[in-house]
């Protein structure tokens, strides 16, 4: 879980760990992508807009580096700049896409349906 928001990354740690998910988190894309070449993930829930290294970036990597792993991407700029970052997303690859703010169950739905789960 990628976020530079350290309310949203704790939250949503805090709410998959409940159901059964392992959950790692990074507060940008660089340290995100430092902790995917360290271990096997199924998948990356990452925020576009972030320090160091933006979402865009990340899901390219992961894409290169990671083929198979999901890539669910979140953003909660101007809304406008939400839906165009949104769609970039997708078009490099991204699984699924949500705007913040979403309901957590939403998420987890999501989740369930790529990776499986409870």
Same mark, same amino acid.
């Not at 993930?41 to 390219?60: A, K, R, S, W, Y």
């Not at 792993?69 to 078009?91: C, F």
């Given at each position: 879980?990628?976020?530079?928001?350290?309310?949203?990354?704790?939250?949503?740690?805090?709410?998959?760990?409940?159901? !059964?998910?392992? $959950?790692?988190?990074?507060?940008?894309? +660089?340290? %995100?992508?430092?902790?995917? /070449?360290?271990?096997? *993930?199924?998948?990356?829930?990452?925020?576009?807009?972030?320090?160091?290294?933006?979402?865009?970036?990340?899901?390219?990597?992961?894409?290169?580096?990671?083929?198979?792993?999901?890539?669910?991407?979140?953003?909660? !700029?101007?809304? $406008?700049?939400?839906?165009?970052?949104? +769609?970039? %997303?997708?078009?490099?690859? /991204?699984?699924?896409? *949500?705007?913040?703010?979403?309901?957590?169950?939403?998420?987890?739905?999501?989740?369930?349906?790529?990776?499986?789960?409870?």
């Amino acid at each position: 879980m990628v976020d530079d928001d350290a309310e949203i990354r704790d939250t949503l740690k805090k709410f998959l760990g409940r159901v !059964g998910y392992d $959950v790692e988190v990074a507060g940008d894309g +660089k340290i %995100a992508n430092q902790r995917l /070449a360290e271990g096997d *993930f199924d998948l990356m829930i990452t925020d576009i807009v972030m320090p160091n290294q933006d979402g865009v970036e990340n899901i390219m990597q992961a894409r290169k580096n990671h083929p198979d792993m999901r890539v669910i991407a979140m953003s909660g !700029g101007g809304y $406008v700049q939400t839906k165009t970052y949104l +769609k970039v %997303a997708e078009s490099l690859g /991204a699984d699924a896409v *949500f705007q913040k703010p979403f309901r957590s169950q939403e998420m987890l739905a999501k989740i369930r349906e790529l990776i499986g789960g409870d």
